[in-house]
């Protein structure tokens, strides 16, 4: 027999539940590293639940944004999107959970900052689309892909949170 699990509310999950793993790629772009924003955005995230399964800074490259953005490469923002995303280091991180692909696009907002609701990310944090601060995927799919882009899968920790029986009922 494994560990005896302590007391607490009965597991309505288990835990290898498919949809308790699902996993989506937010980064932190350059001017929120440049600004110091790192930490605010990933204390929104841990707040809301989610786990961190992968995290590192990096310098992103063409070769990499022309796959991460590749059904943008015919818009005339599209040069000025490169020179932003290469202009210093990003955060490129995994998040996991429940509905959290679609839960990360409501926290992180329109991608218009301007039109961004106060309580997102963007709205609170930024105030123009050239600059919105954060990037999250939009679908379970693109997620996956996503992923696979900017990590190699032995950079994925699986983990327990220890409260999970607290976060999911
Ligand atoms: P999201 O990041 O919300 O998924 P898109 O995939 O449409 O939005 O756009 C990707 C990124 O391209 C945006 O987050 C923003 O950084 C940039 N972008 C989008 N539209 C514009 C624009 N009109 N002018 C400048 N940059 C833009």
Redesign the pocket.
């Known amino acids: 027999p494994g560990p005896r699990r302590p007391p607490g509310p009965p597991r309505r999950h288990g835990s290898d539940s498919a949809e308790l793993q699902e996993k989506t790629l937010v980064l932190v ?1 350059p001017d929120a590293v440049q600004r110091r924003l790192v930490g605010d955005v990933i204390k929104r995230f841990e707040r809301r639940g989610f786990k961190l399964v992968g995290m590192k800074l990096l310098q992103a490259n063409h070769g990499i944004l022309d796959k991460h ?1 590749h ?2 490469r015919q ?4 040069p ?2 490169l020179a ?2 290469t202009s210093g280091p990003l955060v490129a991180m995994v998040w996991e959970g429940y509905n959290v692909v679609r839960s990360t ?1 409501a926290m ?1 907002g ?3 900052s301007a039109e961004a609701k106060p309580g997102t990310i ?1 709205g609170d944090f930024s105030m ?5 601060v ?5 679908s379970v799919e693109m997620a996956h892909k996503e992923i696979g882009f900017w990590f190699h899968s032995d950079e994925l920790v699986a983990w327990e949170c220890s409260d999970r029986d607290y976060t999911y009922g």
């Open positions: 772009k953005y059904q943008l818009k005339p923002f599209y000025s999107l932003y995303m696009r992180v329109d991608t218009n963007r123009h689309v050239s600059r919105n954060v990037h999250a995927s939009d």
